[in-house]
């Protein structure tokens, strides 16, 4: 009898992200973060120019990349839209092979079905119910003998205003009825659809959001420079 462990992929795998951890990118975002606010603060408190140059260098590099990315993501949003789905897909065929998968899966689905009920944000798979048939333990037509066959995760679930507790087997056999009656129990309607929903409805809560991190990014490089300036002009003078 074989008793080796029977491989399971992790967030790596899964993700395609190839080889890189997402634990990884927050590290790097905590230390990019902690390195700018280092630089800023003894340079401000020592006058020190050059933690404020590359305060300010990194905090203008910071904002452009932003402006590149947003830009890029208008211009080439048939890329954007088709590289999602490739995610989503991919992560909804190992949704049971990794539980930090399955909880980001879990709340991206709960995340944009938080909206009150009727306001079109339900959301279930990349485009509908069916796209959990990538998956071996939720697929129709499979020889599976799972209980969840046929089903959909408890995350595609209207939610039930009496229930006090999540009912985890809510989308057990959904699938099996006819389509007309699905909307009676979990949403019908694809995340990326949802999304692309949402997002014009709230175009100036997302422009609002955007412009008010760039001011802030612009006043801080305008503090840094105007710190230098006054240094510079304080060294300057010490020298007649």
């Not at 190839?18 to 634990?23: A, Q, R, S």
């Not at 595609?156 to 999540?166: H, M, N």
């Not at 490089?221 to 710190?227: G, H, K």
Request: with cysteine; net charge neutral; proline share 4%.
């Amino acid at each position: 009898m074989n008793s080796q462990p029977r491989w399971r992929p992790g967030m790596l795998h899964v993700t395609r992200m190839h080889g890189i951890d997402p634990v990884v990118l927050v590290l790097i975002v905590g230390v990019v973060m902690f390195t700018l606010g280092f630089a800023g603060c003894v340079g401000a408190l020592r006058e020190n120019i050059c933690l404020l140059n590359f305060f300010c260098g990194a905090i203008v590099l910071i904002f452009f990349l932003e402006l590149a990315v947003a830009v890029l993501a208008f211009l080439f949003q048939d890329w954007v839209r088709d590289r999602f789905r490739e995610f989503f897909e991919s992560n909804i065929r190992s949704y049971r092979d990794d539980i930090d998968l399955q909880n980001l899966i879990d709340s991206l689905q709960k995340a944009v079905s938080t909206a009150p009920a009727g306001s079109q944000n339900q959301c279930c798979g990349a485009y509908g119910p069916e796209d959990w048939d990538l998956n071996v333990y939720f697929n129709c037509s499979g020889a599976s003998y799972s209980r969840e066959k046929c089903g959909v995760p408890f995350s595609c679930c209207v939610p039930d205003p009496a229930q006090k507790v999540v009912n985890t087997q809510c989308g057990y056999d959904v699938r099996i009825q006819l389509k007309s009656k699905w909307d009676e129990s979990i949403f019908t309607k694809g995340c990326i659809q949802a999304l692309e929903g949402w997002l014009p409805r709230n175009i100036y809560i997302v422009a609002g959001v955007f412009i008010a991190i760039s001011l802030l990014q612009i006043f801080g490089i305008f503090l840094a420079r105007t710190l230098i300036s006054d240094i510079e002009s304080v060294k300057a003078g010490h020298h007649f």
